[in-house]
């Protein structure tokens, strides 16, 4: 309501073959993205939340590729840490050197890096075989900037059966478009898709949303639902702001045509100025 009031934005349907975001798209081509939390609850602190985050990764990627988004940099590299032990210790040996844990993080310097990262997110890892056996999938980190529009590519069907690529979220982001973002990097091109939210109880959104929970609410849709209203309120609350801005625009567009033309003078100049600076 708020865009189409003030910036005449219109909405439409897209067909469903291009609907890659959504977990029920229609017809044959519905996306099967399953919740596979290992509880409904936050966990009581960041070191509890980031355990139960290694120690679910470890045990899945013997099977399905792993992506975990973490709130920052700094999370990335702590999380990646603890990994890389916990699966020397798990498969008798762990990849060569860290292999098997991907840092996905964005450097300015090399941006083709990045997207080559993506790509290696996806692809079976062979990691030592110890006691646990078997073939190892990549684990990767990354922030917000790796939940949105890469297509972490995933072909083989032993994955589909095992329930596809596993998206951890550490964290659930103010807005359901981010979110939809976010969930929509797993269960691409018709295969399968699972993804687990694994918060901290001690984060002051967790908790806010926590002690308002609705029923048959999950803890993330309580926070985009408080996302949602806050951010009501506050473009409630910048309406006149943006009118303002827009009459500006218009104004600022007409001044400047008729200034390049040479066709005002400089007792104009100083009052344009002065409005502008009003």
Same mark, same amino acid.
């Not at 050197?97 to 996905?104: F, H, R, S, T």
């Not at 687990?196 to 806010?208: E, N, Y």
């Not at 408080?226 to 009501?232: F, I, K, L, Q």
């Given at each position: 309501t708020f865009l189409a009031e003030h910036y005449e934005a219109v909405t439409f349907n897209v067909p469903f073959f291009l609907d890659t975001c959504r977990s029920d798209s229609l017809g044959k081509f519905k996306k099967t993205v399953q919740d596979v939390s290992p509880s409904s609850a936050p966990y009581t602190g960041e070191r509890e939340q980031e355990q139960g985050v290694v120690d679910l990764a470890v045990e899945r990627c013997a099977d399905v590729p792993v992506l975990v988004l973490a709130k920052? &940099?700094?999370? +990335?590299?702590?999380l990646a840490s603890m990994l890389r032990a916990a699966l020397a210790g798990h498969f008798g040996g762990g990849p060569g050197?860290?292999?098997? +844990?991907?840092? =996905?993080l964005y450097n300015p310097?090399?941006?083709?890096e990045f997207v080559e990262l993506v790509t290696a997110s996806t692809e079976p890892m062979a990691l030592e075989v110890g006691s646990h056996g078997g073939q190892a999938w990549s684990i990767t980190m990354t922030t917000a900037e790796g939940g949105r529009g890469h297509d972490y590519r995933v072909t083989d069907p032993a994955v589909d059966q095992?329930?596809? =690529? /596993?998206? +951890? =979220? *550490? !964290? +659930?982001? !103010?807005?359901?478009?981010e979110w939809i973002q976010f969930v929509g990097r797993t269960g691409r091109q018709d295969h399968k898709g699972q993804y &687990?939210?694994? /918060?901290?109880?001690?984060? &002051?959104?967790?908790? &806010?949303a926590w002690t308002d929970l609705k029923k048959d609410e999950t803890l993330a849709k309580a926070i985009l639902r408080?996302?949602?209203?806050? *951010?009501?309120a506050l473009l409630k609350g910048t309406g006149d702001a943006i009118g303002k801005g827009r009459l500006m625009h218009r104004l600022t567009s007409r001044y400047w045509t008729q200034h390049k033309q040479d066709k005002t003078d400089k007792s104009q100049n100083w009052q344009w100025k002065? /409005?502008?600076e009003d």
């Open positions: 920052d &940099a700094d999370a +990335v590299h702590r050197e860290g292999e098997g +844990v991907v840092e =996905l310097a090399r941006p083709q095992s329930g596809g =690529l /596993l998206l +951890v =979220l *550490t !964290w +659930v982001p !103010w807005s359901e478009r &687990a939210v694994m /918060l901290d109880g001690q984060d &002051a959104r967790v908790q &806010a408080h996302g949602d209203r806050e *951010t009501d002065g /409005l502008c």
